[in-house]
């Protein structure tokens, strides 16, 4: 498995597939052929379904430093990946390369006959189950795991991911307006906390202000601004929401915060090595699936519960959103996608709950429901796999 640092990116939403990575293969291929003057960028699959509602035609045009045009090709099916995309590079008319590139989830990207440009594995074990019989042998937390192998400079990393992440929160909370796009989405987080102090349960607060973390973050997503992939940028206000509350309601340290990262980590190296983080090869479950198990694992972490317990709430998070579809209306990340997040939160905070009394009862391994998951990806039809070609995409009426 690579570094965390893979996992956790900083940059513009909406978008990790369609906006990061694009523009990452764009950056190889400004550095390859400095010489080109012109760039025919072809885009395939959910790239070209979803490009304009995604922002990856300007993510494009923006990061190539020669004249450039984009074009959209719905029609060909017999793609490497889903989101593949070819740059034919010109110089003065006439063709001197073309690099076919694959944005494979969470910011990641694959050249097509370039290995080196895929980032080494720092982790020798390559699911839960060999991860947690290391620990166990060794009497290691996750979080101390991750320590073992990228070393203690990790947690310094995790530290400036969190500050990042609570900075997009409390920039969203403050924010207002209509998201750009054309649906005429209002950002809702600042509505949701400004409720925060009114007479009510605790539990109808907890579910209030860890919504409205959700919002925050994945409205700055949404809406362009400066975001944490966790593991993906359509799913990046899961985890910032429980753990910005967690900190607010019992005050956790930053420390403890950057151990609980590590650990949600591990948890969504663990998805992204054996299926995947991609909406567009395996359905919504593949990002706001993965972002639940990576937020109780967060939480269980913090909790100080042991290794069963954190299996259980990344498997219990999962297991409840196999066959989740990925349906963006317009291309767009906001409709149903930040109700997702909001929704994934308290999950997570469910599945802490049940992990805390149920463990010893479960029967589903974390490993098998990473298989099944991405199974069942693969059996969903490609209208679902973030084409907005089906489902709540295709129903809605403007």
Known sequence: MQSLKKLYKVGI????????????????????YPEGDFVKVTLYGSLALTGEGHGTHTALSSTLKAKNEIAFNIEEKDLPHPNTLDFEIFKENEKIAT?????????EIRIEGVPDVTAPEVYPQKNFEEIKDYCLMHHLRLSDYAAKYEGEEIFPFLKSIWERMKMTVREGLYQEGILPGGLEVERKAKYLYAQRHMDETPETRENRLVCAYAYAASE???GGGMITTAPTCGASGVLPAVLYYMQEKKGFT??????????AGIIGNVVKQNASISGAEAGCQAEIGTACSMAAAALAELHFMDLDQIEYAAENAMEHYLGLTCDPICGLVQIPCIERNAVAAMRA???LSLANFLTATRKVKFDTVVDTMYQTGKDLKHHYRETSEGGLAVNYEM
């Open 13 to 32: 939403g909406p978008s990790s597939s369609h906006t990061m990575g694009p523009q990452y293969a764009a950056e190889y291929v400004n550095n390859k």
């Open 99 to 107: 690099v076919r590139a694959m944005s494979i989830g969470g910011g």
């Open 220 to 222: 700055q997503n949404a």
């Open 254 to 263: 930053d420390f403890e915060i950057a151990k609980a990262l590590a650990t």
């Open 349 to 351: 905070i469910n599945a």
